[in-house]
């Protein structure tokens, strides 16, 4: 760190303009960047009385060729405590691989937005995963039915319950939970379970597009609508007509847009930005919010009749620290899709990984624990991940868990009630039938035999107990 309090960033690149976007990106977060075109300047600069004050590298234009992976591991060797951040045009998962194997920290793709980069150099310096392997992760196929996804808390049961009867029906879905929860995997399911799954999903995160530009984006533009629009642009509601669109981040959308919103709801027309005439459009519109947005509404943030239009349906996502009784079957299940990707294979995990994972607290979610196990797995050399494949979380702690006795079994299941007392049988019956539904991934041949009940008896029981089959 310079002696004025900015952090200092090595910025590798031989193209001037570039340069200087990710140096005013980053002299956002307070950092001050100082240059190398290429590959001997670099390694020369850490020589020098900048060199020697380094908070982070980054390496921008970067392919997995031989002296890219040349470079990393020298700087590697010559400062190894040093984060090395690798930006790239292409986002594959072969090439997050090969970055990481070089010896790169943190993986970022292009088009950089600003937090992005900064959240990624913060949490490098400070020795965590930033979550910037999202955009990497997530070109893991996600694409799931409900019957597919993992999770047999009975909250988490509970919230898909709702989100597929609501599938069925043509109302607006409003999704609500932390960051990471797997909105966006539950928003897939409900197109996927819609009369409209044969047409298009299109997705706008709300919050990773600028204020200015946001109404072009979604509702669209005429040439010449304003300064810079040298061209027609069609809209995503036109992009998703006959089909789904998903608005994440709906709270992070600015007032006149949200007016804008509101109208297409009550209408089916969308206007673009300078057209004359509207153009009505057939859109189911699931939105998405990691607030309570009933809180932005109070504040003034949000529209309040946007609000109850978008929440005809509201799903609400319970965060993985209180459901972990599912990390075990989470984990594997999330650790056989990543062995899918190039450049990977099909790795196990030990309890004793699998009991380090259960006891963290998460508060990245899902999306933190797929990132933890794609990191773990770039770098394992073994054929099954153990402890100390994950040294983030081991050295981050875990939480104290209740000492309550049998206070939950082993899969998840509530026993004791918060003041000691035992919770009903039915209660601990219908968690459990729920538990099995999700951990057979609704087989009800298996759920039934693995309860030792008969169908007629299960279903009979499903009845009784007010238990939807896709719970």
């Not at 590697?76 to 010896?103: F, K, Q, Y």
Request: glycine share 8%; aromatic share 4%.
């Amino acid at each position: 760190m310079t002696r004025n309090g900015q952090r200092l960033l090595l910025l590798i690149d031989d193209e001037p303009a570039q340069r200087r976007l990710v140096a005013a990106l980053a002299a956002r977060g307070g950092w001050r960047a100082v240059f190398a075109a290429d590959d001997e300047t670099a390694i020369a600069t850490l020589g020098t009385q900048d060199g020697m004050q380094l908070d982070a590298i980054v390496i921008d234009h970067w392919a997995p060729d031989e002296d890219a992976t040349t470079l990393i591991a020298t700087l590697r060797e010559r400062r190894p405590a040093l984060p090395i951040l690798v930006i790239t045009a292409n986002g594959s998962v072969a090439h997050a691989v090969s970055a990481m194997r070089a010896g790169a920290t943190d993986f970022l793709v292009k088009p950089l937005a600003p937090d992005r980069l900064l959240a990624a150099l913060d949490a490098a310096v400070a020795g965590k995963s930033s979550g910037e392997l999202r955009p990497l992760t997530e070109k893991i196929p996600a694409l799931l039915a409900f019957d597919e996804i993992v999770g047999s808390s009975p909250d988490f049961r509970a919230a898909l319950a709702i989100a597929a009867k609501a599938a069925r029906a043509r109302v607006a879905i409003l999704l609500e939970g932390e960051i990471g929860v797997g909105k966006d995997v539950i928003a897939e399911a409900i197109h996927a379970a819609s009369p409209r799954a044969k047409k298009p999903m299109i997705s706008v995160n709300c919050g990773a597009i600028p204020a200015n530009l946001i109404e072009s984006e979604v509702f669209g533009h005429e040439k010449g609508a304003f300064t810079g629009a040298f061209e027609r642009k069609i809209g995503r509601f036109h992009d998703a007509d006959g089909g789904t669109l998903f608005l994440d981040e709906v709270g992070e959308m600015p007032l006149e847009a949200q007016a804008k919103l509101l109208h297409v709801l009550q209408t089916g027309e969308v206007l673009a930005i300078g057209a004359r005439h509207p153009r009505e459009v057939d859109v189911r519109v699931i939105a998405a919010t990691n607030t309570k947005l009933l809180d932005e509404v109070e504040a003034g943030r949000f529209r309040e009749d946007l609000y109850y239009r978008l929440n005809a349906v509201q799903v609400t996502i319970p965060p993985l620290r209180e459901r972990t009784g599912d990390i075990p079957a989470l984990a594997r299940h999330l650790l056989a899709r990543i062995a899918e990707q190039p450049g990977l294979r099909p790795l196990g995990i030990t309890d004793s990984a699998l009991a380090l994972l259960v006891q963290y607290d998460w508060p990245g979610n899902v999306r933190q624990l797929q990132n933890a196990l794609f990191r773990a797995a770039v770098l394992c050399e073994d054929t099954a991940l153990t402890e100390e494949d994950f040294p983030e979380i081991a050295a981050l702690g875990t939480r104290e868990r209740p000492s309550a006795p049998a206070a939950v079994g082993g899969g998840g299941v509530t026993l004791f009630r918060p003041d000691g007392n035992l919770r009903a049988l039915e209660e601990i019956e219908a968690d459990v039938i729920r538990l099995a539904i999700g951990h057979y991934r609704g087989r009800m041949t298996e759920v039934a035999r693995r309860l030792g009940i008969g169908r007629s008896t299960l279903y009979r029981k499903l009845g009784e107990l007010g238990i939807d089959n896709a719970a």
